[in-house]
Protein backbone atom coordinates (compact mmCIF):
# COMPACT_ATOMS: atom_id res chain seq x y z
CA UNK A 1 0.00 0.00 0.00
CA UNK A 2 1.21 3.46 -0.59
CA UNK A 3 0.27 7.23 -0.98
CA UNK A 4 1.78 9.76 -3.17
CA UNK A 5 1.06 13.76 -2.02
CA UNK A 6 1.44 15.89 -4.98
CA UNK A 7 1.31 19.83 -5.27
CA UNK A 8 2.88 21.01 -2.44
CA UNK A 9 4.84 24.90 -3.20
CA UNK A 10 4.99 28.42 -2.51
CA UNK A 11 2.05 30.93 -2.76
CA UNK A 12 1.46 34.36 -1.38
CA UNK A 13 -1.10 34.49 1.09
CA UNK A 14 -4.93 34.71 -0.31
CA UNK A 15 -3.86 32.49 -3.03
CA UNK A 16 -4.88 28.74 -3.66
CA UNK A 17 -2.73 25.70 -3.91
CA UNK A 18 -4.16 22.02 -4.88
CA UNK A 19 -3.08 19.20 -3.22
CA UNK A 20 -3.76 15.59 -4.60
CA UNK A 21 -3.07 11.87 -2.80
CA UNK A 22 -3.49 8.78 -5.38
CA UNK A 23 -3.64 5.53 -3.29
CA UNK A 24 -1.95 2.46 -4.74
CA UNK A 25 -2.36 -1.23 -4.05
CA UNK A 26 -5.81 -1.36 -2.89
CA UNK A 27 -9.35 -0.27 -2.99
CA UNK A 28 -10.30 2.59 -0.44
CA UNK A 29 -13.96 2.14 -0.98
CA UNK A 30 -15.82 3.89 2.07
CA UNK A 31 -12.67 3.83 4.32
CA UNK A 32 -11.29 7.42 5.21
CA UNK A 33 -8.45 8.91 3.39
CA UNK A 34 -7.50 12.91 4.74
CA UNK A 35 -5.44 15.10 4.78
CA UNK A 36 -3.26 16.30 8.25
CA UNK A 37 -0.35 18.98 8.41
CA UNK A 38 2.85 19.41 10.28
CA UNK A 39 4.22 23.23 11.42
CA UNK A 40 7.71 23.16 12.64
CA UNK A 41 7.93 22.83 16.42
CA UNK A 42 4.34 21.90 16.06
CA UNK A 43 3.01 18.53 16.68
CA UNK A 44 0.62 16.65 13.35
CA UNK A 45 -3.15 18.45 13.48
CA UNK A 46 -5.74 17.02 11.58
CA UNK A 47 -7.14 18.92 8.71
CA UNK A 48 -9.76 17.55 6.64
CA UNK A 49 -11.10 13.68 5.62
CA UNK A 50 -13.38 11.96 3.86
CA UNK A 51 -15.82 9.10 4.02
CA UNK A 52 -18.37 6.60 2.52
CA UNK A 53 -17.10 7.23 -0.74
CA UNK A 54 -16.76 11.04 -0.30
CA UNK A 55 -20.25 11.08 0.84
CA UNK A 56 -18.92 12.48 4.31
CA UNK A 57 -16.31 15.39 4.70
CA UNK A 58 -14.90 16.44 8.16
CA UNK A 59 -12.65 19.42 8.56
CA UNK A 60 -10.63 21.41 11.34
CA UNK A 61 -12.36 24.72 12.47
CA UNK A 62 -9.08 26.15 10.87
CA UNK A 63 -10.17 25.45 7.52
CA UNK A 64 -13.76 25.41 7.23
CA UNK A 65 -14.90 27.55 4.43
CA UNK A 66 -11.21 27.63 2.70
CA UNK A 67 -10.42 24.30 2.01
CA UNK A 68 -12.19 21.56 0.04
CA UNK A 69 -11.39 17.51 0.14
CA UNK A 70 -12.94 15.80 -2.50
CA UNK A 71 -12.33 12.32 -4.10
CA UNK A 72 -12.24 10.59 -7.23
CA UNK A 73 -13.62 6.67 -6.52
CA UNK A 74 -12.28 5.49 -10.08
CA UNK A 75 -8.70 6.82 -9.59
CA UNK A 76 -8.20 5.91 -5.62
CA UNK A 77 -7.37 9.59 -5.61
CA UNK A 78 -8.47 12.49 -3.04
CA UNK A 79 -7.90 16.07 -3.32
CA UNK A 80 -7.56 19.11 -1.01
CA UNK A 81 -8.36 22.51 -3.05
CA UNK A 82 -7.03 25.01 -0.11
CA UNK A 83 -8.18 28.86 -0.79
CA UNK A 84 -7.82 32.42 1.09
CA UNK A 85 -4.38 30.74 2.22
CA UNK A 86 -2.97 32.49 5.63
CA UNK A 87 0.41 31.93 6.72
CA UNK A 88 -0.37 30.08 9.54
CA UNK A 89 -1.17 27.25 6.91
CA UNK A 90 2.40 26.95 6.16
CA UNK A 91 3.14 22.97 7.14
CA UNK A 92 3.96 19.61 5.78
CA UNK A 93 0.72 18.41 4.46
CA UNK A 94 0.54 14.18 4.66
CA UNK A 95 -1.73 12.36 3.40
CA UNK A 96 -3.48 9.32 5.53
CA UNK A 97 -5.84 6.61 4.93
CA UNK A 98 -7.29 3.83 6.71
CA UNK A 99 -8.29 0.22 5.62
CA UNK A 100 -11.68 -0.10 7.53
CA UNK A 101 -14.57 2.73 8.68
CA UNK A 102 -14.10 4.60 12.01
CA UNK A 103 -16.93 4.21 14.26
CA UNK A 104 -17.11 7.87 15.15
CA UNK A 105 -16.97 11.68 13.90
CA UNK A 106 -14.25 12.13 16.47
CA UNK A 107 -12.04 8.96 14.96
CA UNK A 108 -11.38 10.80 11.96
CA UNK A 109 -9.71 13.37 14.14
CA UNK A 110 -7.04 11.44 15.35
CA UNK A 111 -3.67 10.77 13.75
CA UNK A 112 -2.94 7.63 15.14
CA UNK A 113 -5.96 5.83 13.78
CA UNK A 114 -4.51 5.96 10.22
CA UNK A 115 -2.16 3.50 9.14
CA UNK A 116 -1.00 4.31 6.27
CA UNK A 117 0.85 7.48 5.17
CA UNK A 118 2.20 9.55 2.35
CA UNK A 119 5.35 10.76 2.54
CA UNK A 120 4.41 14.88 2.96
CA UNK A 121 4.38 17.60 0.68
CA UNK A 122 5.34 21.11 1.84
CA UNK A 123 2.89 24.19 1.59
CA UNK A 124 4.50 27.73 2.14
CA UNK A 125 2.44 30.43 2.16
CA UNK A 126 3.87 33.99 2.52
CA UNK A 127 2.55 37.12 3.97
Known amino acids: VQLQAFGGGLVQAGGSLSLSCAAA????????MGWFRQAPGQAREFVAT????????YYANSVEGRFTISKDNAKNTIYLQMNSLKPEDTAVYYC?????????????????????WGQGTLVTVSS
Open 96 to 116: AASSRPFPSMRAHYTAANYEY
Open 25 to 32: GRTWGSAP
Open 50 to 57: TASNGART
